[in-house]
């Protein structure tokens, strides 16, 4: 019994209603008695396809479980309609505003709404109500103000899409851009890095190089400092036999001088003693004298 009445809901026999209304355009039903469909097509004209539309559609979002796109679905088919009217209105005023000669500008609208572009009864009637009721500025505002926020609306998601992917491939250029930026300054630091390894390497090479030529100059000066300390070491051992020899000879003529001075000192004192002997005998004739004169002057 549940399912029985889950089936009788609004959504369904709504859809069933709408299905059997699109079966009355192949087949005969219920609703040609009544003439509905030639009635439609007398009153909307060729908005009849719009209506047509409309109601294929209007089933969908009752079976949509997303509150959102139920709303957006619904919203866009709103303003497809006030966008569809609000090209054609727009246009036929357009064509009318142009034709001011005319006297019976009122039979004008009707015949060009009824029978030459076959709008319908209604619409042509809300045509002539709006050209009569509104000035001129008033209704270009208002229709082309419908029609931009119907546009933005309609598209609202595609230029959402055609602003995101601008801004992603913006984006992307940008980080591309980047991307060949930072490359090619990492590029331009590895050769940078590249060279001065070269150069680091080079003047290594360069002062090892040098290194071992200031040590094989090194060496070659110690070789020379070797051999002027062998031949300074030679001429010291040969001064130091010189001075050897020089001292023994030193020696030598101290020691004959020494023996020298000893024979000249026994000579001086041979000297002394003789003259100290002389002296004495002189000494001692003078006193043998003086006693002999003495003895003189006695006997004289």
Same mark, same amino acid.
């Given at each position: 019994?549940?399912?029985?009445?889950?089936?009788?809901?609004?959504?369904?026999?709504?859809?069933?209603?709408?299905?059997?209304?699109?079966?009355?355009?192949?087949? &005969?039903?219920?609703?040609?008695?009544?003439?509905?469909?030639?009635?439609?097509? %007398?009153?909307?004209?060729?908005?009849?396809?719009?209506?047509?539309?409309?109601? *294929?559609?209007?089933?969908?979002?009752?079976?949509?479980?997303?509150?959102?796109? !139920?709303?957006?679905?619904?919203?866009?088919?709103?303003?497809?309609?006030?966008?569809?009217?609000?090209?054609?209105?727009?246009?036929?005023?357009?064509?009318?505003?142009?034709?001011?000669?005319?006297?019976?500008?009122?039979?004008?609208?009707?015949?060009? @709404?009824?029978?030459?572009?076959?709008? @319908?009864?209604?619409?042509?009637?809300?045509?002539?109500?709006?050209?009569?009721?509104?000035?001129?500025?008033?209704?270009?505002?208002?229709?082309?103000?419908?029609?931009?926020?119907?546009?933005?609306?309609?598209? *609202?998601?595609?230029?959402?899409? &055609?602003?995101?992917?601008?801004?992603?491939?913006?984006?992307?250029?940008?980080?591309?851009?980047?991307?060949?930026?930072?490359?090619?300054?990492?590029?331009?630091?590895?050769?940078?890095?590249? !060279?001065?390894?070269?150069?680091?390497?080079?003047?290594?090479?360069? $002062?090892?190089?040098?290194?071992?030529?200031? *040590?094989?100059?090194? *060496?070659?000066? %110690? %070789?020379?400092?070797?051999? $002027?300390?062998?031949?300074?070491?030679?001429?010291?051992?040969?001064?130091?036999?010189?001075?050897?020899?020089?001292?023994?000879?030193?020696?030598?003529?101290?020691?004959?001088?020494?023996?020298? &001075?000893?024979?000249?000192?026994?000579?001086?004192?041979?000297?002394?003693?003789? &003259?100290?002997?002389?002296?004495?005998?002189?000494?001692?004739?003078?006193?043998?004298?003086?006693?002999?004169?003495?003895?003189?002057?006695?006997?004289?």
């Amino acid at each position: 019994m549940k399912k029985i009445i889950s089936v009788f809901t609004i959504k369904n026999i709504y859809l069933i209603s709408v299905v059997y209304f699109f079966y009355g355009y192949f087949f &005969t039903n219920f609703l040609d008695k009544f003439s509905f469909y030639e009635k439609i097509k %007398n009153y909307l004209g060729v908005f009849q396809l719009l209506f047509l539309i409309v109601l *294929a559609v209007s089933p969908f979002p009752m079976y949509m479980k997303n509150k959102k796109k !139920k709303i957006v679905l619904k919203t866009r088919l709103i303003f497809f309609v006030i966008f569809c009217f609000s090209v054609v209105y727009g246009y036929l005023l357009d064509l009318i505003y142009k034709l001011d000669s005319i006297s019976d500008i009122e039979s004008y609208i009707i015949e060009m @709404g009824v029978f030459d572009y076959n709008i @319908g009864t209604l619409p042509t009637y809300l045509l002539l109500e709006i050209y009569n009721r509104f000035e001129k500025k008033w209704i270009y505002s208002v229709l082309g103000f419908l029609i931009f926020l119907s546009v933005l609306i309609l598209i *609202a998601k595609e230029v959402r899409i &055609t602003v995101c992917a601008i801004i992603n491939a913006i984006r992307n250029r940008r980080e591309r851009i980047k991307k060949e930026k930072l490359l090619k300054e990492q590029i331009a630091i590895k050769e940078y890095q590249e !060279k001065l390894e070269i150069s680091y390497v080079e003047a290594l090479e360069k $002062q090892r190089e040098k290194d071992i030529q200031d *040590a094989v100059e090194e *060496a070659i000066q %110690n %070789n020379l400092v070797l051999k $002027q300390i062998e031949e300074e070491t030679e001429e010291i051992v040969k001064l130091k036999i010189i001075l050897n020899e020089d001292l023994e000879e030193t020696e030598k003529v101290e020691e004959f001088i020494e023996e020298e &001075t000893e024979i000249l000192l026994e000579e001086e004192k041979v000297e002394e003693i003789e &003259t100290e002997k002389v002296e004495d005998e002189e000494k001692t004739e003078e006193e043998e004298e003086i006693e002999k004169n003495d003895t003189s002057i006695q006997v004289s």
